[in-house]
């Protein structure tokens, strides 16, 4: 787990590769708030197999899951003896969709060619930026609403946080639906609530892609600010 959504923890990766595969397991990471948004070298940092989402940090529209297989994760696909029990999730059947790898290309699904076209802008998109200025923006954008709120009193959850995703401690006496029903309504921001065990305790507030500007966090610290008094 590279980006954790629901709490905010963001993992570090390298060296993990190494110890998962000297015990003959493959190293799977769910990145679906981090692509696009923070460092991530796949080939580098030994990952087997990974996948994220468009709509996170390449602000594209949701809809599509980048995925990507290494050698290791292909050659254990390539020797699997039963067949795949779920026709949706047969990784080899949409690898010879995609690529027509391992006996030759066969129909799969319906690909949503609108999505593919959105998918491309919004890489054309981070390119121009560029990948590294786009994660320093990210960077510079969390370390800046960091600095209101904890300015405010209000404290990260996570021990190491995602700079896309702030998973913060609702203050001691603040109404949870409250206050989000008040920003949704008076300012036009929508932040998240806690999930799980953090309902209630915890909010999340994303800084993804195009969102993650000087403006917008302004505006969610001001609005906040007036909220909660």
């Known amino acids: 787990m590279h980006a954790e959504t629901s709490t905010g923890a963001h993992q570090p990766l390298e060296g993990f590769a190494d110890l998962v595969h000297s015990k003959g397991a493959l190293l799977i990471v769910d990145a679906v708030t981090s692509l696009g948004g923070h460092e991530l070298k796949v080939d580098e940092w030994g990952i ?34 039963t067949k795949v029990q779920s026709w949706y999730l047969d990784v080899s059947m949409l690898r010879k969709y995609y690529t027509g790898g391992g006996g030759g290309r066969v129909y799969h699904h319906t690909a949503p060619i609108n999505m593919t076209y959105a998918l491309h802008e919004a890489l054309n998109i981070v390119l121009e930026e560029g990948l590294e200025a786009r994660i320093a923006r990210h960077e510079k954008m969390h370390l800046r609403l ?32 409250g206050t989000r029903k008040r920003l949704l309504e008076e300012y036009g921001i929508e932040i998240g609530s806690g999930l799980g065990v953090m309902a209630g305790k915890a909010w999340r507030i994303g800084l993804m892609g195009h969102g993650s500007t000087v403006r917008n966090v302004d505006l969610v610290l001001t609005a906040l600010r ?4």
């Open 48 to 81: 087997d197999a990974i996948y994220s989402g468009t709509q996170k940090c390449l602000s594209c529209p949701p809809g599509l899951a980048p995925v990507s297989f290494g050698d290791r994760a292909l050659a254990i696909m390539d020797a699997r003896k």
């Open 146 to 177: 960091r600095a209101g709120l904890e300015a405010m009193g209000i404290s990260y959850i996570p021990k190491r946080s995602l700079h896309s995703l702030n998973c913060i401690s609702i203050p001691t006496g603040a109404d949870d639906a």
């Open 226 to 229: 007036e909220v909660l008094k």
